[in-house]
């Protein structure tokens, strides 16, 4: 590349408003100014530069930010979102570019004096690219990028690949058909990070604008500041440079999630973090069977939580979507109550003979809760016996105020309870499954109302275990309440306690009722059931219509299916299957889980990374799996075939692990799992 007098220096600004971690966010502000203009403002300080061009995707979503360019006067173009390459160089040609600086918009703090001192490098410069990020030694935020126009139009008609058309000068790295020069800063301060990714790194650059108190954002002031306060400095430090071009679409929102929703999401047990951090696709746009398409509109087959045990029939069965869609087209809510409501609730103590009335929530932690209220004022007593995981209400978290360790066996360590009063104390009590001793134990205390459990998660209940405590119960006037909630409908057609031939009190139904739509269920004898009448319990969206016109159908669909066997038989073969591979490598594990809800765990001090790894491996061949399969009748025998082939070559390299001859910590290409929710009985 030769600068000379009569070359056009065109320097083009990367634009768009739909970026996923931050939307919009380069008419954010900062201080008193919006971040392109920051940007613009710093080019049109040098003095080498003869046009800027903001350059953006040429569609709806960007209206609101083509018409601030329009208003500001600031030239643009409109070219592909996706094909970035194409807008750079269709731009180039238009203004007749010769020199083209690359800058992209989310660099508040792009210094001219980087790009003069580049421009003027680049005067007796045989190469094609000056470039100060390859690799980089200057903070991230300063990225500048110069090439000719010949480079770019070869580019443009070499490169092929989505990836290198979306990223511009990726083609211009890894081809090796262009002399590229780095450009290097006096001291490596690649660790810095000044770029707007998310809202963190703009209220991060808010923040120190404010700390430091100039007028204008400076990155070597910033650094000495940085310098000087090692503390706070770590909010600017980041693992790993340009993350953004590594990260899927459902890692990039993910990452905007954080910031303005507590956790991230609703459910803990679809949090990203426990499965594979910074590369589990988190979010979905389509489902089918047991098929789920993410963001990017990739399609991965799901053989780890279906929807957390939701959709025994398979995701967006035709039969129950077609119901509800019927009933949708109707109306859904109306001041009068639905007539499925009615045929739902005679369905449930027709497959429940024992019972006599019934209660509809939509959650799993709703149907506890009124459970537990039911049975509290029924028997006039407060304390409830718990085992098992029941949801998130203040009478279950409970439990853990006296000792926070009380939890530990039947959901995570150190289960935070902050906001729960402290007024509840003692007033439930936890006792392990299958432990008669513990349970014998706990109902000493006085004042028991109800004793709620699940039938069984993760191990065989010992039948005197249930027996004993339904015998307990009756003769000290404790309601027994079972949380089928994610054992129902999969072992038998009802409850798990139909199998063990155990008849609660009341019985808590949830999950697979609805194939996906929100419905869960309390069912119970009339003698306790009518105390609801003396408790207030009533919610509006109780009373929606597609909750019950889909259980209705789901229900019907299971009879004709005889799924609980299928699921059941489904799931039987997967543990065999475990076990083989077990054998075949002689590594040792243990199966456990309630048939058609399997679960593994390689008995190993690096169980952890290989959970992580096995996720990782699979999700490359385009399965969601870990150590737990809820199964479907939508799982084929082709489709376990294929997970099965593919463990068998994770496990022979976790064998390669266990004696050494690999180590599974270069094998992982992103960190360690959080695997702190746990359920167990």
Known sequence: MELKNNKKVVAIVQARSTSDRLPN?????????????????????????????????????????????????????????????????????????????????????????????????????????????????FPDGLDVEIFNFKTLKKTYNTAKKDDDKEHVTKFMYDSKLFKIKNIKNNEDLSIFKFSVDDNQDLLNLREIKKKIGISNLNWKIIIKYLKKNKKYSIKFMKI????????????????????????????????????LPNLWPTYFSKTSGCAVWDLDNKKYYDLSLMAVGTNILGYSNKEVDRAVLAAVKKGNMSTFNCKEEVELAEKMIEIHPWSDMVKFCRTGGEASAVAVRIARAATSKEKIAVCGYHGWHDWYLATNLKNNSNLDSHLFQNLKIKGVPKSLSETSYSFNFNSIEEFKKVIKKPNIAAVIMEVSRNYIPNKRFLSEIRKICSKK?????????????????????????????????????GNGYAITSVIGKRKYMEFANQSFISSTFWTERIGYVAALKTLEIMKKQKSWKIISNKGDSVRKNWNKLSKKYNIKIKTYGIRPLPRFEIISDNWSLYKTFITQEMLKNGLLATDTI???????????????????KLFKVIKDCESNKSNIHELLDTDLAVSNFRRMN
């Open 25 to 137: 966010k380069i008419l954010k502000k900062i201080g008193n100014q919006k971040i392109i203009d920051l940007v613009i403002g710093s080019l049109k300080k040098s003095k080498k530069i003869d046009k800027i061009i903001v350059a953006i995707p040429n569609n709806y979503k960007n209206i609101e930010l083509k018409k601030y360019l329009i208003k500001k006067k600031y030239n643009f173009y409109l070219g592909s979102e996706k094909n970035v390459l194409s807008r750079y160089y269709l731009a180039s040609k238009k203004y007749n570019a010769d020199i083209i600086i690359r800058i992209t918009s989310d660099c508040p703090l792009v210094d001219f004096k980087i790009i003069d001192l580049m421009l003027s490098f680049s005067k007796s410069s045989k190469y094609d690219v000056i470039t100060n990020v390859y690799p980089p030694t």
């Open 240 to 275: 790993k440079r340009n993350i953004g071009s590594i990260l899927k679409t459902g890692p990039k929102v993910w990452q905007r999630a954080t910031q303005i929703i507590p956790g991230g999401n609703m459910l803990k047990s679809k949090n990203p973090e426990m499965f």
């Open 630 to 648: 809820y199964i479907s009748v939508s799982h084929t025998g082709r489709l376990l075939k294929k997970y099965f082939h593919i463990l068998d």
């Open 477 to 513: 006037n404790i309601i027994l309440i079972f949380d089928e909630c994610t054992s129902g409908f999969r072992e038998t057609y009802g409850g798990l306690h139909k199998k063990y031939n155990i008849i609660p009190d009341l019985a808590v139904f949830g999950k697979a009722l």
